[in-house]
C-alpha cells in the first residue's frame, strides 16, 4: 500500500500542473464554451491521477518481471533464429495491442474519412515493430553498436522520405511516437534489460538496456513510409468535424468510451498474459507465489489503463481540441506559441511511459544518470517541440521536413561524439515523450488551431507534431550527455561515461 501511495503522490506532482494551466486558461485567455466541458476535463483529471498510478504500480510487479524474465531466457538460448523469431512475434503482438497506436490511427481514420483505414495502420506498423525489435534484440546479443545502427536506419528513412507524399510524411513519424506507448515501453524497456543482462561485461549492459525503444520506433517510420510507396496514395486532405459540445451530457462521453477502451485493454493485455503462461510451462518455472503476484500486476496494469484512457479521452481531449481554437482565434499569435510551449512542458510530465524509463534509467546507472535531470530536458524538448509545430502553423511555407532534415542529421551526428549510454538514452526518450497524453491532449490542441487558422492543413500540420516531440528529445538529452562527459573529464573519471 505504501508503494502505492508513493506513486499517488508522483502522479499528483505530475498531472496537477497541466490540469492547473488549463484552467488558468479558461477563466484568461481562452474561455470554454461550455461548463458541461470543464467539468468533464475535472473528472478526467481525477481519473488520470488515479489510473496512471495504479498502472505504474501494476507495471512494476508485472510487466517488467514479464519482460526481464523473457529477455533472458531469449539471451540463454544463444541460437539467432530463436532471438528473430521471438523479437518478430513479441514485438508484433505488443505492438498490435498498444493503446497509444489505436489512438492514432483512430485519428487518421477520423480526420481522413477513412481513405486511409484504422485497422491498415495498426497492422503495417506492427509488423514494422516487430521485424526492427528482431533486429534489436539481435544487436544486443551480437554485441553491434547501437549508434552504427541508428545511422543505418535513419539513412534508409532518409531516402525513403524522398518518395513519400508530405501527408504520409507526417503520418510516418506520428506513428514512431504512438507506437511506442503507456504498454510498450515498459515491455520492451524490460526485454532490453533481460537480454543485456546476460552479458558479462557490466558497461557493456548497460549500455546495452536502452536503445532497444528506439530501434523498434524506427520500424513504423519505414513501414508506413514503404505502404505510401507501394500504394502510391494520391495527395489527400483532411478536416475537423468538431461536435456541439454543449449538447453532450457530463457523463455521456465517459459511458460511451468505457466499453470500447475495456475492449481495447484486454485486446491489449491477453497476448501479454498468454506469451507469459507459455514461457512460464515451458522456461520460467516460477512458484505458484511468483506467478500470482505478476497475474496480480497485469490486474492492475488493466485497471490503470483503462480509467487513465479514459480520462484522457472523455476529458482531456475535446478541452485541447476547444483551447487551440480558441486561442488561435486571438488577434496575437504569439499567445498560440507561449500557451503550446508552456502545455508541451507539463504535458510531459504526465506521461507514463516517461516515469518508466526515468525509473529505469536512475536504476540501471544506480543513480548516476538522475531521473529529475532526464525529466528537465524532455520537458524542455517537448515544449520547444510544440511550439515549433505552431510555428510551422502560422507559417504555411514551412514545412515539417524544414526541421525533421536538419534535426536528425544534428542527432545522428552526435551519437558519434556523446557517451553511448547517452545515444540509448536520448534515442529511447524520444519514443517515449510522444504517449498518450501527447496523442490525444496535445494532438487536439494543434489540430484545433490548425482547423482555426486559415491556410493551415489539419493532417499535414495536425499530425506532425508527434513527430516534431520524438525528435527533440535526442538533442536536449544528448546535449546532457555532453555535459556529463565535459564534468567527468574534469573530475577525471571519463571512463566511467563512455
Partial sequence: MSVLISKLKEVLYAVLPI?????ILNFTLAPLDSSTLLIRFVIGAILIILGLSIF?????????PIGQLMGKSIAKTNKFWIVVISGLLLGFFISIAEPDLHILAGQVDFVTSGLITKMSIVIIVSIGIGALIATGLARIVFNFPLYKLLTILYGIILVLSFFTTPEFLAISFDASGATTGALTVPFILALALGVSMMKKDSKASEKDSFGLVAIASTGAIISVMIMNIISKSDKISGSLELHDEQNVSIMGPFLHEFPIIVQEIIIALLPMLILFLLFQKFSFKMS????????????????GLVLFLIGVNAGFMDVGRAIGQSIASLDHKAYLIVVAFVLGLVTILAEPAVHVLTHQIEDVTSGYVRRNVVLFSLCIGVGVAVALSMLRILIPELQLWHYLLPGYILAIGMTYFVPKLFVGIAFDSGGVASGPMTATFILAFVQGAAEAIEGANVLVDGFGMIAMVALTPLITLQIVGFIFKLKSKKRGVVKNVQ
Avoid: H, N
Avoid at 505458484?288 to 485497471?303: A, D, H, S
Fill in 288 to 303: 505458484k507465489r511468483e506467478v500470482r503476484r505478476i497475474v496480480t500486476g497485469l490486474v492492475f496494469t488493466f485497471i
Fill in 56 to 64: 505504474l504500480f501494476g507495471v512494476d510487479i508485472g510487466i517488467t
Fill in 19 to 23: 490540469t492547473s494551466i488549463v484552467l
